[in-house]
């Protein structure tokens, strides 16, 4: 059975903040009854959960805005969830890591001298200063080399964000047309963020914008200016991880990522899921449960999920891991109630089942998330072949 605590979490949220935020209290995959005399553990509820998110944005606010992995507002996290877990008698460690980083130290796009917005492309290159160049807009889809015969040689091509293909595939594509670099129009007003995993012959400048900004140069029909200056390194960090022993050998994972991006705080991608995460395990520390159940608080989920795949590849007899549970952005002022998608297996549809039951008990009716590119820690698992299931 898989059960479910489900506390509403207006109260205390703000005036927009308006969510809810569901619990994990009691998770045991598997046609087992409940140890005698137990009963779900209390979470001391949205209050305490906010105040662990408020905890995180001061870390943040005193180390340059943000909580990216590697960083002092990382490690500082780390250490504040190391002692509320300590506190609660669970036992705690970390595991060292090191991951490929990428950021912007500056990025600029104008045409005319308007300036407008773009999301560089994480794991891009740079342009060597400013790039002047005529655009060239692609109106097809660009899923297939053919369809840059005409893009001229040094050009800025302009490209609708796929459905047909991947934007590393575009990407590629592009690249290897002779392209002097690539910028990917949104579906929406928000600019896409795009991951890079290298192209052909040439691996060119690349960001996102928003249908906006493409509408805004297709119009002046003048050459752009881009500037894109790109910090790629090795970096080290650490996950965390909580454990309350069970009395059989198999282990249930639950995890959210604690790191943020590096250009914010990162609070309701992923502080909320991360503090809920952590109300959990403290809430249930002293409960007794057959399967152990494992807390994994991911660093560097933002960097291609580098965390969790690190602890993948090292744990020890992962066939212990009978399915993950991923947190991922639980909370935010437009929220939507969306459950992971189901991997096949008959763990994976358990999870999922319980979700839709949890969210059924207060009238709503969640969606599958149905988009197939892989987004956060739970594609590690996948991956490595472990059942796994989720909430966004």
Known sequence: SVQWVINRSTKGLGTTFVA??????????????????????????????????????RIADSNGG???????GHRESVEYFE????????????????FLYTRS??????????????????????????????????????????????????????????????ITEQHRF??????????VVSTTDVPPYIWLNGAGLRDIPTAGISR????????????????????????SSVNLIAESPGSGGRVIELGAHLDSVPQGPGINDNAVSAAVLLEQAISSAQSDHEKTHRYMFWSAEEFA????????????NPERVSAY??????????????????????????????IIEGYSQRGIQPARDTNEIPRSDDSSYQEAGIPTGGIW
């Open 66 to 72: 943000h909580r990216e992995a590697g960083s002092a």
């Open 174 to 183: 592009a690249s290897d047309s002779g392209a002097a670099a690539a910028l």
């Open 305 to 316: 999920f580098a965390g969790s795949r690190s602890y993948l590849r090292n744990v020890d």
């Open 105 to 166: 130290d500056r990025a600029e796009l104008t045409v005319e001298g308007e300036n407008l917005d773009l999301v560089p492309a994480a794991f891009g290159p740079s342009t060597n200063g400013t790039l002047r160049a005529p655009t060239y807009f692609l109106e097809s889809e660009g899923c297939s080399e053919k369809e840059y015969l005409k893009v001229p040689r040094g050009s800025v091509v302009i490209l609708d964000e796929p459905s047909g293909c991947t």
């Open 212 to 235: 906006r900004t493409a509408e805004t140069i297709r119009v002046k029909q003048s050459l752009v200016s881009l500037t894109l200056e790109m910090v790629t390194e090795r970096r």
């Open 325 to 354: 549970i991923n947190l991922e952005m639980l909370a935010a002022p437009n929220s939507g109630y969306f459950y992971a998608r189901n991997d096949g297996s008959v763990q994976s549809r358990i999870i999922e089942d319980a």
């Open 20 to 57: 809810w935020v569901l619990l994990v209290a009691v998770i045991v995959i598997g046609h087992m009854p409940a140890a005698a005399g137990t009963s779900p553990p209390r979470s001391r509820g949205a209050d305490a959960i906010m105040g662990h998110v408020n905890e995180l944005q």
């Open 83 to 98: 002692s509320v877990l300590r506190d609660a008698g669970l036992k705690v460690w970390t595991e060292p890591f090191e």
